[in-house]
């Protein structure tokens, strides 16, 4: 494979589980930095409630600053947010299905069924509006609280949401405990079902494994990964989910196998330098 996406979640997906809560102007900065690296793609804030999730305060005011919103995502949980994004013209939202009920209903208090009725009129709206559309199908492999999930569901559940016409499909390993095998069996599958479907991955490090799940997600066929700077982040309602794979751990490896990225590995450190400045935290990756 001549060339992988890399899709930066740091700005979201790192923040929000940190004791530290950034200023939108310091938030600015780590994605200013992360764009010096020649990244392309940016997860930069979600439009959740601002008591659940503080970091993610004033995320409005943060897309007005920005220049290029057409690189820049943001995740939603509702219609609500959905709302938001339309008036601060997002080019791209971000929705999460935990496809698991005890999941679900720690995350956005619903069953997936009832996620699913709203994402069917999230996604029409979106596509009416011009709004490029992701869905994280979330705990894919492994839920903290029902423990393994069965593949063939996940398959059924990712059939509904290319129903509903969802442009991208993220499969998400949220609590890290996915392994490779698991990976390639789920992945593969989901590549033969849905030959024209647009995939990517989201893997956490807990078990140190992250890189071995891209690889096999790479045998399947997969060209797009989610990543975050210095390996920050972690699901705040679910259990034991430690950081991301790191990006800077996802680009080295790649660049070893001389697989192309774009992205400049040592503008990435000194971003790591940058998010571990802002967060009060020694990020290291695995990667030094």
Known sequence: ???????????????????????????????????????????????????????????????????????????????????????????????????????????????????????????????????????????????????KVDSTYVEDIVGQLLDYKVDEVVIADTIGAANPKEVSTLMTSLRSAYKEAVFSCHFHDTQALGLANVYSSLEAGINKFDSCIGGLGGCPFAPNSSGNLATEDLVGMLELMNITTGINLDKLLVAREVASELTNLALKGRMY
């Open 1 to 147: 494979m001549d060339n992988i996406i890399i899709n930066e979640v740091g700005p979201r997906d790192g923040l929000q589980n940190i004791n530290k809560v950034l200023s939108v102007d310091e938030r600015l900065m780590l994605i200013r930095s992360l764009e010096e690296t020649g990244i392309e793609s940016i997860e930069i804030g979600s439009f959740v409630s601002h008591k659940a999730v503080p970091a993610m305060t004033n995320t409005g005011e943060l897309i007005n600053k920005l220049r290029n919103i057409d690189k820049y995502s943001v995740l939603i949980p509702n219609k609500k947010g959905l709302d938001k994004a339309k008036i601060h013209r997002v080019k791209e939202i971000c929705t999460v299905l935990c496809v698991t009920d005890s999941m679900n209903r720690k995350n956005i208090n619903q069953t997936v069924n009832e996620t699913l009725n709203d994402l069917k009129s999230i996604l029409g709206d979106s596509s009416k509006n011009g709004i490029r559309t992701k869905c994280y199908v979330s705990v894919a492999f492994h839920c903290p609280y029902e423990g």
